[in-house]
């Protein structure tokens, strides 16, 4: 089954800090920009960062810019979003998805399920 799969959400207190993965089953993340994405209750989906599958560029919303950081680790066909200064603004459902055509390009090939992050005292 081609999927990926994302997991680290949970509750953390403002200015904490998670890290969320982004796994690839069933294909090789290799070859793919990945996104990620998140959506609050209410709001429009937001994009968030990519890094990209050639050169290894990254890209970040200018709302996490300097907090959080994406990687991507090609052996354990992962991505990580390392999110640091968490604000309650941060809180929605977060998303990854790979593109074969690269980051900024908007044809998504395989979508994750969300995992919910949520920053409150």
């Known amino acids: 089954q081609l999927q990926l799969v994302e997991s680290g959400g949970g509750l953390v207190q403002p200015g904490g800090s998670l890290r969320l993965s982004c796994a690839a089953s069933?294909?090789?993340?290799?070859?793919?920009?990945i996104d990620w994405f998140r959506q609050a209750p209410g709001k429009e989906r937001e994009g968030v960062s990519c890094i990209s599958s050639s050169d290894g560029s990254k890209y970040y919303a200018d709302s996490v810019k300097g907090r959080f950081t994406i990687s991507r680790d090609n052996a354990k066909n992962t991505v990580y979003l390392q999110m640091n200064s968490l604000k309650p603004e941060d809180t929605a459902v977060y998303y990854c998805?790979?593109?074969?055509?690269?980051?900024?390009?908007?044809?998504?090939?395989?979508w994750g399920q969300g995992t919910q992050v949520t920053v409150s005292s």
């Open positions: 069933g294909f090789t993340l290799d070859y793919y920009a």
């Open positions: 998805a790979a593109d074969s055509h690269g980051c900024l390009v908007g044809e998504y090939d395989y």
